[in-house]
């Protein structure tokens, strides 16, 4: 226990639980335990790693325990960040520890997980036999070496019960460890070399050493690897001269390069009327506080320029800016224009990146080596101390949600950001969130518009295709029409590219059996397989399950199996089977897995090696692909039919976002709009690319239904193995809701209770999944809801029998 001497501070620990800690400081490690810094700290039974906030709020008591070890030189991040991090572990109720341990590179955080491993008494016991069937399983997966807990269940398929356990560990048959792992990303460092001292050297030393300090003294510091190009074969006498006092080695911070190929740099063109009106207005904000505008751009009219003007103004007046763009895919296109035009100046923060590559761009964000970063949601907490713009591209993009543990929106969480450091949030798309656009309306954001495209080249032409003329047809006619054929022909045979839309990747995307009926499902989800035919398999895209192309009817047993359905796959077919000598490319997830294979498809439709793109919405995020004169939209309705109050809102900006990919080089564009709901109102305004029509008819519907943004909601998502018990907790979570409501119907009456009840999707990768939703027209009533019911009812949230995930603000009701 800590003495009253000794320091305190306020910790927040990687674990899931609520709240800070108080923890003393031993007075050898108080000169590094500032704010900002890792701490190794004991917490229960085992260590952890805890994030240190400031002083802690209860000096001189001595049931205080004192931090292990301070894990860092000096701060992984800024101060500056931590409300920041409070305000959003309050905001989407989750423990402040882990959206440290979310905000920072993966690999550095320590945890402590329990092992066993067989002792020699379980080993003989073993040998002996007569073992009550569960002990002699448990040992038998330990005689070939220790398990942690967790492999130990995997391996037996099963929970090991910890009574058992225990019962062994007392009898001397196994051995429980307690093992300190993770820390994986390390700083990665360079000898270097310089000159010590030469005078009077030049006598008493070979030719060959002195060939070396001249090279020193003429080159000043340099690492070994430089001096050994310089002077070769001088690393065999470096610990000589070191020795005798010649020179100096040393280890310097090496960071590791994710960029690859030098980008030439470019020069600043001129602005259009329109793009200087909105630089101009944004500039006129710098520094002057907080202020969020929403930029409603059309395809190709230049924003991504006005984002580098806005930038090159902010740094120039001392201050960082954060660039976020939706998905990976996007940012090799955003870096290289930032980087040809700020060079060295520009990091990037991804999943992308190894380990050591995050660690080292964050490390060059967090010294101020560099004033701007470009990265996808994540990134909204890059550590930069003095943001004075942060820019939100293609900001409707559904990407910005975070699914997993921390249920963020980093749109959401840049605009809080900018607005506690006094900062300027530039949100930008062509086809506005409803709920960004609401926020203009009512006069939270300042709306700024770029109406026309670069050097007043006109939209697209789209043309509507109606399916239902096409179900009797047999082959590709189904779904790449009379229309578009003739399109592609006219498109290829001038000598210009075509892209092809279809927002499902696979071949056959419901493969059913037609002996039975039955269709392939995936073994542990609520959903059908897809046939992937150039893996020669059937895969489910929830979980990865995957089936051999030639597996048989689970219900029957007949391999006589339909491949319904149409995905990617069966359109690049089509496409090359219709013109041969085409050149086709897919981008999809199943084309772009590894490192450099999105890069690879982008250089080629730049330098017109593909003449057709096959993709998902992939295609639609943003990408500038100058000489595609001709979008094909295979099939607009997939979004429509999702049980979801935002599928109309999806789909026009889908359709809106695709056909904008055509007609932005020197060639006019031509879109043609497959469907089989051509009087769909999101499908009329995609077609007469007007965005105010549709938000005018989109926000009645959800005025009438009371639903986001003119209300908020909070959704409770309830999983777990087991069926029945899954669901018993789900009601249990809906009678403790109305009971809350009930006792305070003065506070929550206006609120919604609905459910219990089954996703959608009701099992996902063998998790039974539930869920109810909580909607109030009071943002503050909903928070003090659900602060109350995780304060009377811990036990619920934290039951063994499943999971209970809060999702503020969602965005998938899947």
Not at 263 to 275: E, K
């Amino acid at each position: 226990m800590t003495s009253p001497s000794e320091t305190t501070i306020e910790v927040a620990v990687a674990m899931p639980v609520h709240g800070t800690f108080t923890y003393g400081v031993p007075e050898p490690l108080t000169p590094a335990a500032g704010a900002g810094s890792r701490v190794l700290v004991p917490f229960g039974r085992r260590r952890a790693t805890g994030y240190i906030l400031g002083p802690g709020c209860s000096p001189g008591l001595r049931d205080i325990k004192p931090i292990l070890d301070v894990l860092d030189e000096s701060p992984i991040f800024p101060p500056a960040m931590i409300p920041l991090f409070r305000w959003t572990a309050e905001y989407y109720k989750h423990p402040l520890g882990e959206v440290i341990q979310t905000a920072l590179p993966g690999g550095l955080t320590l945890s402590e997980s329990v092992a066993f491993s067989i002792t020699e008494k379980g080993l003989s016991e073993l040998d002996h036999g007569g073992l009550p069937a569960p002990e002699e399983r448990i040992l038998r997966q330990l005689v070939h070496g220790r398990l942690r807990a967790h492999e130990l269940h995997e391996r037996m398929a099963e929970e090991a019960p910890v009574a058992l356990l225990a019962a062994l560990e007392r009898r001397g048959a196994l051995l429980r460890q307690r093992l300190l792992g993770g820390g994986s990303a390390k700083p990665l460092r360079e000898r270097w070399v310089r000159a010590a001292s030469v005078a009077g050297a030049g006598e008493r030393l070979s030719p060959k050493k002195r060939a070396i300090l001249e090279a020193l003294v003429s080159a000043g510091e340099v690492p070994v690897r430089e001096l050994a190009a310089r002077v070769p074969r001088s690393a065999a006498h470096l610990r000589a001269l070191e020795q005798a006092g010649h020179l100096e080695t040393f280890r310097r911070r090496l960071y590791r390069d994710p960029f690859g190929e030098a980008i030439p740099a470019d020069s600043a063109p001129a602005l259009t009327p329109a793009q200087e009106a909105v630089v101009n207005a944004v500039c006129a904000s710098l520094g002057k506080g907080f202020r969020t505008f929403l930029l409603k751009g059309v395809t190709g009219s230049g924003k991504t320029e006005v984002y580098m003007r806005v930038t090159a103004e902010a740094v120039a007046s001392g201050h960082s800016v954060l660039v976020l763009v939706p998905e990976i895919a996007l940012i090799t296109q955003t870096e290289r224009r930032f980087r040809a035009r700020f060079g060295e100046s520009v990091a990037v923060l991804h999943s992308g990146l190894s380990e050591g590559e995050r660690l080292d761009q964050w490390t060059r964000i967090l010294r101020q080596e560099v004033l701007i970063a470009i990265g996808v949601r994540s990134a909204v907490f890059a550590p930069f101390s003095r943001l004075g713009v942060i820019i939100v591209d293609e900001e409707h993009d559904a990407s910005y949600k975070q699914e997993g543990g921390l249920h963020y929106s980093a749109r959401d969480l840049a605009v809080v950001r900018a607005q506690q450091l006094g900062a300027v949030a530039l949100l930008g798309s062509a086809t506005p969130s409803l709920q960004s656009y609401y926020n203009v309306r009512t006069g939270k954001y300042t709306e700024l518009t770029l109406a026309q495209r670069i050097e007043e080249r006109p939209l697209p032409e789209i043309q509507v295709v109606d399916l239902r003329q096409c179900r009797d047809l047999r082959g590709p006619g189904r779904f790449i029409s009379a229309e578009l054929n003739r399109a592609m022909a006219e498109t290829l045979g001038r000598g210009e590219q075509a892209l092809l839309f279809l927002n499902r990747r696979g071949f056959a995307s419901f493969p059913v059996c037609a002996a039975c009926g039955s269709a392939l499902r995936c073994r542990h989800c609520d959903i059908s397989l897809t046939l992937h035919q150039a893996a020669n398999a059937y895969r489910c895209h929830y979980c990865g399950f995957s089936r051999p192309a030639t597996a048989v009817c689970e219900a029957c047993g007949s391999n006589k199996i339909k491949r319904l359905g149409v995905g990617t796959e069966k359109v690049e077919a089509a496409v090359q089977a219709l013109f041969p000598g085409a050149r086709i490319g897919r981008m999809d997830r199943d084309t772009t897995r590894r490192k450099g294979d999105m890069l690879r498809l982008l250089k080629g439709l730049r330098e017109k090696t593909i003449d057709v793109l096959v993709g998902t919405q992939m295609v639609a995020k943003g990408h500038d692909f100058p000489d595609i004169t001709l979008v094909g939209i295979i099939c607009a309705d997939l979004s429509l039919s999702f049980p979801d109050f935002r599928a109309g809102e999806r789909t026009f900006q889908l359709l809106a976002q695709v056909a904008g990919r055509a007609g932005r080089g020197e060639q006019p564009g031509r879109v043609i709009l497959q469907t089989y709901n051509p009087e769909h109102f999101s499908i009329r305004a995609a077609r007469d690319q007007d965005f105010e029509a549709f938000y005018d008819q989109e926000i009645g519907f959800r005025k009438t239904l009371g639903y986001p943004p003119l209300a908020r909601m909070i959704q409770l998502r309830i999983s777990g193995r087991d069926a029945q018990r899954t669901r018993r907790l789900a009601e249990e979570l809906g009678e403790h809701c109305r009971s809350l409501k009930a006792l305070d119907s003065g506070r929550f009456g206006l609120l919604d209770i609905m459910g219990p009840i089954e996703a959608p999707l009701s099992r996902i990768a063998g998790h039974y999944r539930w869920q109810i939703l909580l909607k109030c027209v009071h943002g503050a009533s909903l928070h003090r809801f659900m602060d109350q019911l995780i304060t009377d009812h811990p036990e619920t949230f934290a039951a063994r029998s499943g999971r209970v995930a809060i999702d503020v603000d969602p965005l998938y009701m899947m």
